[in-house]
């Protein structure tokens, strides 16, 4: 099988970076709207206490329990002995699902703020989130030395 160009390799890893950035900037979409909402309306959220806390705790550990779990998702979804194209493949696959799975405290966050009304609980789980999304953002070196390696 013939080894897999550079220049392909590269389009593949752009594909997937843009598609990892795209997932992040929902983070950003998300801040905007608790900051519009927390300042431009009399809002009342739906929960109060002590409901809003049990709702918090559990949203917490939820979030963090989506992020712990990418520890043990993310070597399963890798096919070890793939040829250099199903290898990329599998590689913008995982990329797309690491995001996502990187994605969930800030959307419980989210959630969390238009049930509860703390806007601080979103920022909380918003920064978990961006710190889990930047730490598994794709590295090009690490993609050059999968296919390479097979």
């Avoid at 594909?15 to 795209?22: C, Q």
């Amino acid at each position: 099988m013939k080894p897999m160009r550079k220049e392909d390799l590269r389009k593949a890893w752009l594909t997937a970076a843009v598609i990892n950035g795209g997932i992040i900037s929902a983070i950003f979409v998300y801040a905007l709207a608790v900051e519009a909402v927390s300042r431009s309306m009399p809002f009342s959220p739906p929960l109060t206490e002590p409901i809003a806390g049990a709702v918090r705790y559990a949203f917490y550990i939820l979030g963090a329990g989506a992020v712990f779990a990418l520890k043990f998702i993310r070597p399963g979804i890798e096919d070890r002995a793939e040829p250099p194209g199903k290898a990329v493949r599998a590689l913008i696959r995982r990329t797309v699902i690491t995001a996502a799975v990187g994605e969930i405290p800030a959307f419980l966050g989210f959630m969390l703020f238009f049930l509860a009304g703390n806007r601080w609980d979103f920022y909380l789980l918003a920064a978990f989130s961006a710190a889990t999304e930047f730490a598994y953002f794709p590295k090009y070196r690490i993609w050059e030395e999968k296919t390479r390696n097979g």
